[in-house]
């Protein structure tokens, strides 16, 4: 299945490399994954227009091999506290460790999703993948129309299932164990922490398309596991933030090799919607005022600066520090390196597994 999935795609490798918007993934990441046979993603949600069409020029430069752009098809958002002075007040003790101005409330943007699939048409990737929520039947019959194929995330077998009638081409199955935001967008999150060996093979029962397994893959063993509940390949987030071509500062690096297998946990606090990361003193604090956490991305935007500012010092108590369950099974590889050896891996546990 994932040999007929990669001629699909036009790949070597059925692995993808995750989409890691904010700075995991890099250009250079994704161009390194593609060359080496698997399909690097940008994580393009946060970026401009602009920053989009540069990182789209800088990975065409590198590789000519087929690469995804990855959206958030923004939906309905949890609604969060009317009050901004509590949270602002909460950031203005975190901003003052880092030598920062206390926050002002920022403005949020409109949002950019109809301006930027409109690029994403003229750039014209191998693929559009996109996650939180659906895109019209008519988005997706124009992406289809530019030979661009089409990925949903679901975290249910519900969410599966609509994605199918929209038209995607493939569901990515995102399991409870995965990295960063869930992708839920029927219903709550806490109603479909479903973990990837459960998820996997009932939306393969259920839908006719193909389905990538996201959520605590790390090496060759998950893989094949992933191959084994019918998924046509895997999407990883985690094992590639460790990577050489990886944007993440060096201590958020060793604090996830060093991570133990229960260092994360599901958070509002960095951008007002739920997303595993390791826990740290302003997830801690955050979640302890949960009522005060704004909604998305007015959360996002609040927290910005903070984030810079512990990015620029390596300070990893006030990053958001995305991570899946299974942080410690990272190496520290070049992308490329990575994907040989998980490609090695696999081969070595279908041996054994005869
Ligand atoms: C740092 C980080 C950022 C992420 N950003 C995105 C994103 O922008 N878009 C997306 O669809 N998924 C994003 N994800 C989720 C991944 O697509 C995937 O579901 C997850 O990485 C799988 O679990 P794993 O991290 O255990 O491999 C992100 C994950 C991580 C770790």
Do not use: C
């Not at 401009?48 to 087929?66: F, I, N």
């Not at 998950?222 to 094992?239: C, H, K, N, S």
Request: charged share 15%.
């Amino acid at each position: 299945m994932s040999a007929e999935f990669a001629r699909w795609l036009g790949i070597a490798h059925a692995i993808i490399q995750a989409p890691m918007a904010g700075n995991g993934s890099t250009p250079a990441m994704t161009a390194a994954v593609s060359a080496a046979g698997g399909l690097g993603s940008i994580g393009a949600a946060y970026l401009s227009l602009e920053a989009l069409a540069a990182e789209v020029a800088e990975v065409r430069g590198r590789t000519d091999r087929p690469f995804a752009i990855n959206l958030f098809a923004d939906s309905a958002t949890p609604p969060g506290a009317a009050d901004p002075a509590p949270m602002l007040a909460l950031i203005a003790r975190h901003h003052a460790v880092l030598g920062l101005e206390p926050p002002a409330l920022p403005s949020v943007p409109a949002n950019p999703l109809a301006a930027q699939l409109d690029a994403v048409l003229t750039h014209r990737p191998a693929v559009l993948s996109f996650t939180m929520g659906m895109l019209s039947p008519a988005d997706i019959a124009r992406l289809k129309q530019a030979g661009i194929k089409t990925m949903g995330t679901a975290t249910t077998v519900a969410e599966a299932r609509a994605l199918e009638a929209t038209g995607v081409d493939a569901i990515i199955a995102q399991g409870s164990e995965a990295g960063g935001h869930r992708g839920t967008f029927l219903g709550s999150y806490e109603a479909a922490m479903i973990g990837t060996l459960a998820l996997v093979p009932q939306i393969v029962d259920a839908v006719a398309i193909p389905v990538v397994a996201a959520g605590g893959i790390m090496d060759g063993r998950g893989i094949v596991a992933a191959e084994a509940l019918g998924a046509g390949a895997v999407q990883m987030g985690t094992a590639f933030l460790t990577t050489t071509e990886s944007g993440i500062h060096e201590n958020y690096k060793a604090a996830l090799i060093s991570a133990a297998d229960s260092a994360t946990a599901i958070t509002y606090a960095f951008s007002g919607r739920p997303a595993r990361g390791l826990r740290n003193a302003f997830l801690i604090d955050g979640e302890a005022h949960r009522d005060q956490i704004l909604s998305f991305p007015l959360q996002n935007a609040a927290t910005r600066p903070m984030r810079q500012a512990a990015a620029r010092q390596g300070d990893i108590d006030r990053l958001s520090l995305w991570s899946g369950q299974a942080p410690s099974l990272g190496r520290r590889l070049g992308s490329a390196d990575l994907v040989r050896r998980l490609v090695a891996e696999a081969a070595e546990v279908r041996a054994r597994l005869g």
